[in-house]
């Protein structure tokens, strides 16, 4: 005889969305700001990690079971981002950057101009690697390069960030 258990009240379908929910929560802010950093326009970084979080959230059986959920949501947003500006730039000339007012308190702007003078590869890498505390593997992995190449880009821009820095003393 076969006997089945059955759950009552366990809905397999609102698990997921309760564990997207609280991926959500936890990362969506994270993710929003190291965008921010990275592509230095905090309206697109906003568009972007609501992009990819509406994409892992159609995928989001898939991509919860990836060793990095984060990691993918990013990339994800970096590269609707970088598709965005590759269409803008086609169709009209650069916005004056004035005309987009920056949400970043006074005391770390000499962080964000040294961090904004890094080209876009070095601060993608310093933003995975430091402000959303990805391994030197998960950072290889979200951005597609090897780790070599992470490495690398982290020490450069780390080195270029310091003296820039120093140099403001």
């Known amino acids: ?7 009552i009240g366990a809905d397999p379908v609102a698990s997921e969305q309760d564990g997207f929910e609280a991926f959500y929560r936890a990362n969506a802010d994270r993710i929003y700001r190291a965008l921010a950093v990275t592509l230095r326009r905090d309206d697109l970084a906003a568009d972007a ?3 990819a979080m509406s994409r892992a ?3 989001w059986p898939t991509v919860s079971r990836l060793d990095n959920p984060a990691g ?3 990339r994800v947003a970096l590269n609707w981002a970088t598709s965005w500006w590759r269409k803008v730039r086609r169709e009209r000339p650069p916005a004056d950057d004035s005309a987009h007012p920056h949400l970043w308190p006074p005391e770390i702007t000499v962080a964000r101009d040294a ?13 995975c690697r430091v402000l959303l505390d990805l391994s030197t593997a998960d950072t290889a992995a979200a951005l597609r ?10 020490a450069r821009g780390l080195a270029v960030l310091r003296h820039e820095l120093n140099s403001e003393d």
């Open 57 to 59: 959230y159609a995928r």
């Open 145 to 154: 390069i090897s780790e070599g190449t992470v490495k690398s880009r982290l």
């Open 1 to 7: 005889m076969v006997s089945s258990t059955v759950m």
């Open 115 to 127: 961090l904004a003078k890094l080209p876009e590869p070095q601060r993608a890498v310093i933003t």
């Open 72 to 74: 993918w949501v990013f």
């Open 49 to 51: 990690v609501a992009e």
